[in-house]
């Protein structure tokens, strides 16, 4: 009977409101990849001014300065996030296991996918993978941290430290290559050639071959997310709300988009290129 009389757990609303801030500039973003993309050609080459305007609007925000300053934003909010609710979640080790279960599920479907309609959208190692890896590195520091350190403010001195040498890392390899790492998430830019960093680690020139459909190395994200995992600690410490007086229904189109993110994530690709290669089907006669 105690149980029941307990008040149901609330969830801190302004990180669902971040997330779901973020997952919904992530479909804009996929919807101005598709059609300016994969769709480009046949929307253009159908001489309707309604369809062949939208695609070269689409074409000119992947390489606008919009795009170079605001894709790494939401990109950092995703990341930053996502460390942020290690606090508020149990057994992170399982569950970034499960995430990189799902992220290899999504490797396999969408290489079905390309053999079938002849064009490379395989996510090898895309923004799951790279998310899982991290969850999962964190569960590890953690626990290491856990075991040398006495109090919430020791471990986030420890997570602080880790994110300074990640950027360390990351700024030194950037530097010495000439990446630039806001172009390298508009597609564009100087890459590694190779090296043992190739790929999973850091940007290279064979990010096409490496993960075409989405690709997300651990440098610098990993990054972004230890700055998350080094603050929940501090910011939530009773996993209650930072701003509880701002609660209220007006968030609630976020927040709730915010609770359901890997779904969102995961559907609206799917949704997207079958709604745009529907449409392009009924006035080109082709899917692409």
Request: with cysteine; hydrophobic share 55%.
């Amino acid at each position: 009977m105690e149980a029941l009389l307990k008040e149901p757990k609330k969830r801190v609303w302004e990180v669902d409101f971040l997330r779901g801030f973020a997952i919904l500039l992530v479909v804009l973003d996929h919807a101005m990849v598709d059609l300016g993309d994969i769709f480009y050609g046949a929307w253009v080459s159908s001489d309707i001014a309604g369809l062949v305007n939208a695609a070269e609007s689409a074409s000119n925000y992947l390489v606008s300065d919009i795009r170079t300053i605001w894709h790494p934003i939401f990109v950092f909010i995703f990341f930053f996030v996502s460390g942020l609710s290690c606090a508020l979640s149990k057994n992170n080790f399982v569950r970034g296991f499960k995430l990189l279960i799902v992220a290899q599920i999504v490797t396999v479907a969408t290489a079905a996918v390309s053999a079938i309609i002849e064009f490379d959208l395989t996510i090898s190692f895309g923004v799951l993978h790279a998310l899982a890896i991290s969850i999962i590195i964190f569960s590890a520091v953690d626990f290491v941290a856990t075991k040398f350190s006495k109090t919430k403010q020791e471990r986030t001195i420890f997570y602080l430290a880790l994110s300074v040498f990640i950027f360390v890392l990351s700024t030194g390899i950037f530097a010495r290559t000439g990446i630039d790492y806001t172009k390298m998430l508009s597609y564009g830019g100087k890459m590694l050639d190779k090296g043992v960093f190739e790929g999973v680690f850091v940007y290279t020139k064979a990010m096409g071959r490496v993960s075409p459909g989405d690709y997300f190395p651990l440098l610098p994200h990993l990054g972004w997310f230890a700055i998350g995992a080094a603050l929940s600690a501090v910011l939530y410490p009773d996993k209650k709300s930072l701003l509880p007086k701002l609660d209220g229904k007006w968030h609630y189109p976020l927040t709730i988009t915010g609770r359901f993110t890997l779904l969102i994530y995961i559907g609206e690709q799917v949704v997207l290129a079958l709604l745009l290669a529907l449409i392009t089907y009924a006035v080109t006669g082709t899917f692409f």
